[in-house]
C-alpha cells in the first residue's frame, strides 16, 4: 500500500529541512561556552600561563570543531527528517493493513463459529455429571451433580 502524497520536502512549507538552514541557526546561536572559552584564553595569555601564538591555535581548532558540527548537524538532520517522515508513513500503512486483516479474520471467526451451547438445559441422565464444551477445546463438568 503505497503513500500516494507527494513528497513533503517537494513542496512550500513541507517537511523538508534545508542544510543552509541548518548551518545558518547554529552560526546565530548564542554560544556563551565560546565566550568562555576567549575569556579563558585572554587570561592565561595576560597572566603569561599561555602564549599568543598557542592561544590563537587553540581558539582555531575550537572553531573549526564548532563548523564541524554544523556541516554535521547540516547533512544528518535533513536526512533523519526524511527518514522519519518516511518511518512514520510506513507505520501508518502497517496499521492500516493490520487493521484490514483484524477486520477479516474477526469476519471468518464469526462466520465459523458454532452456535453457543444452551448451558441452562438439564443433564439427559439424571445422577449423570452434565458436561458441555467450554473455550479452548475444555470440557466443562458440573460440580451440582
Given at each position: 500500500?503505497?503513500?500516494?502524497?507527494?513528497?513533503p520536502?517537494?513542496?512550500?512549507?513541507?517537511?523538508h529541512?534545508?542544510?543552509g538552514?541548518?548551518?545558518?541557526?547554529?552560526?546565530?546561536?548564542?554560544?556563551?561556552?565560546?565566550?568562555?572559552?576567549?575569556?579563558?584564553?585572554?587570561?592565561?595569555v595576560a597572566s603569561?600561563?599561555?602564549d599568543?601564538?598557542?592561544?590563537?591555535?587553540?581558539?582555531?581548532?575550537?572553531?573549526r570543531?564548532l563548523e564541524?558540527?554544523a556541516?554535521?548537524?547540516?547533512v544528518?538532520?535533513?536526512?533523519t527528517?526524511?527518514?522519519?517522515?518516511?518511518?512514520d508513513?510506513t507505520?501508518r500503512?502497517?496499521?492500516?493493513?493490520?487493521?484490514?486483516?483484524?477486520?477479516?479474520?474477526?469476519a471468518?471467526?464469526?462466520?465459523?463459529?458454532?452456535?453457543?451451547?444452551?448451558?441452562?438445559?438439564?443433564?439427559?441422565?439424571?445422577?449423570?455429571?452434565?458436561?458441555?464444551?467450554?473455550g479452548?477445546?475444555?470440557t466443562?463438568?458440573?460440580?451440582?451433580?
Amino acid at each position: 500500500m503505497a503513500d500516494a502524497s507527494p513528497d513533503p520536502g517537494s513542496r512550500p512549507g513541507g517537511r523538508h529541512l534545508d542544510p543552509g538552514l541548518v548551518i545558518a541557526l547554529l552560526a546565530a546561536r548564542d554560544d556563551p561556552a565560546t565566550t568562555a572559552f576567549d575569556e579563558a584564553l585572554e587570561t592565561a595569555v595576560a597572566s603569561g600561563r599561555l602564549d599568543p601564538a598557542t592561544a590563537r591555535e587553540l581558539r582555531y581548532w575550537q572553531r573549526r570543531s564548532l563548523e564541524g558540527l554544523a556541516e554535521h548537524a547540516a547533512v544528518v538532520l535533513p536526512a533523519t527528517v526524511v527518514a522519519r517522515h518516511s518511518s512514520d508513513a510506513t507505520a501508518r500503512e502497517s496499521v492500516a493493513e493490520a487493521r484490514m486483516s483484524w477486520q477479516q479474520a474477526t469476519a471468518l471467526a464469526r462466520e465459523a463459529a458454532p452456535a453457543a451451547p444452551d448451558v441452562t438445559a438439564e443433564p439427559e441422565t439424571p445422577g449423570v455429571p452434565f458436561r458441555r464444551s467450554g473455550g479452548a477445546g475444555l470440557t466443562v463438568v458440573s460440580d451440582d451433580d
